[in-house]
Every structure is written in C-alpha cells, then in structure tokens.
Antibody
Framework: EVQLVESGGSLVKPGGSLRLSCAAS????????MNWVRQAPGRGLEWVAS????????YYADSVRGRFTVSRDNANSSLFLQMNSLRAEDTSVYYC???????????????WGQGTLVTVSS | DIQMTQSPSTLSLSVGDSVTITCRAS??????LAWYQQKPGKAPKLLIY???TLASGVPSRFSGSGSGTHFTLTISSLQPDDSATYYC?????????FGQGTRLEI
C-alpha cells in the first residue's frame, strides 16, 4: 500500500526540541521531493519545508528557518523534521507530504500522511 | 512570496446545487495551481493539478479552470460527502503557499 506514516508528535515545553519521523512505503521514495506541511488547530495549511530526493536542495518557510531542519534517509524510506527552539505558535498537526515526481523542483502535493500533533505549551 | 486569496470563506448549499470557488494569486502562476479537499480530522486530498487536470479517482463533478492569477474550482450536483474545506495552492515558486480555505457545508 502506498502510504506515509508520521510519528513523534507530543507535548513539549516552549524552547524545547522534538524530532518528527515519516515512514514511506509502497512507492519509490528516491523519486520524489518530500515535504512537511502543518496546520494549526482550526487554521489553514502552511508549508514548512521541502527536501530534494538526494538532499541537495532544501527549502524552508521563513517562520521555521534556523530552528527546523529537514532530512531524509533514502535507504530506509524515511523523512525527518528536527524542531528546535519550539514556540507556542508551532503547535500544529504536521503532515508528511510527497511531491509529484517530475524532473523539476516544484510540483503539486499528491500524497499526504495522516499527520502527527505537536503541542508546544508550558 | 505569492499570496493566494480564496473566496468565499464559507458556503452553505443543498444537495444537487452547484458551486464555484475562486482563488486569486498575487502574481501570474501560468497553470501551476492545485486544489485540495480536506474533511474534518483528515489529511488533505489532491483534487486538481495544473489548474484543470483531475487527480486520479476524483469524480467528474469536480472541475478546475483558469490561468494566470484567476482560478476557479467548480463542483456540480453537490453531494453530502462534498462537505469539506477546499484549498488552492500555488507551485510556481518557493515558498509554496496556500489559500486560506473555503468551508463548504451541504
């Protein structure tokens, strides 16, 4: 089955750190840019980060640049998001998302995980 | 950054009605626009890409049109299962940006 399964979300204090993981299965992981997209409670979708198939191109939203680091392990079809210096406004469901596998660097998002909740609160 | 603006923000319609949701971009996207459907408590699902191409498995009641800065998502013969929030998204440039969403109640 083609799927993305996130894990690692939890309650963390402001200033703390957390690492999210995403396990991909059922497709060629190395053929796709991968992304993190988040959604604060009751709010819209916010793109967080994208990483190329070989990790040579990485893009971040301004709101997380310098605090979050996206990485991937192609051997294990896994995507990660290391989140440091967390703030209350980072509280969101974080989705692992596959980008359609074209030859360029930016396409539509064609496969979404179920999401993992990160709550930043004291 | 490219700003995406959807209208209306909310809609309440009846089974069998048709609806058009508008998405405007702050600069020309060509055809690099996608639409997503999100039901409560669920992940978004791709509906349309390249402004008007239906994603696999999406009913033909859904259609997209437009180019440049003005795009529309039309749903004909609304069904109860169409109750959801709909988002547009540009993929011309990073950062990827989404519209604020249109909540549709049937």
């Amino acid at each position: 089955e083609v799927q993305l399964v996130e894990s690692g979300g939890s309650l963390v204090k402001p200033g703390g750190s957390l690492r999210l993981s995403c396990a991909a299965s059922g497709f060629s992981f190395t053929g796709h840019y991968m992304n993190w997209v988040r959604q604060a409670p009751g709010r819209g979708l916010e793109w967080v980060a994208s990483i190329s198939s070989r990790s040579d191109y990485i893009y971040y939203a301004d709101s997380v640049r310098g605090r979050f680091t996206v990485s991937r392990d192609n051997a294990n079809s896994s995507l990660f998001l290391q989140m440091n210096s967390l703030r209350a406004e980072d509280t969101s469901v974080y989705y692992c998302v596959r980008m359609w596998g074209g030859v360029g660097s930016l396409y539509y998002l064609d496969l979404w995980g179920q999401g993992t909740l990160v709550t930043v609160s004291s | 950054d490219i700003q995406m603006t959807q209208s209306p923000s909310t809609l309440s319609l009846s089974v069998g009605d048709s609806v058009t949701i508008t998405c405007r971009a702050s600069e020309s996207l060509g055809y690099w626009l996608a639409w997503y459907q999100q039901k409560p408590g669920k992940a978004p699902k791709l509906l349309i890409y390249k402004a008007s191409t239906l994603a696999s498995g999406v009913p033909s009641r859904f259609s997209g049109s437009g180019s440049g800065t003005h795009f529309t998502l039309t749903i004909s013969s609304l069904q109860p299962d169409d109750s959801a929030t709909y988002y547009c998204q540009q993929y011309l440039n990073y950062p990827i940006t989404f519209g604020q969403g249109t909540r549709l109640e049937i």
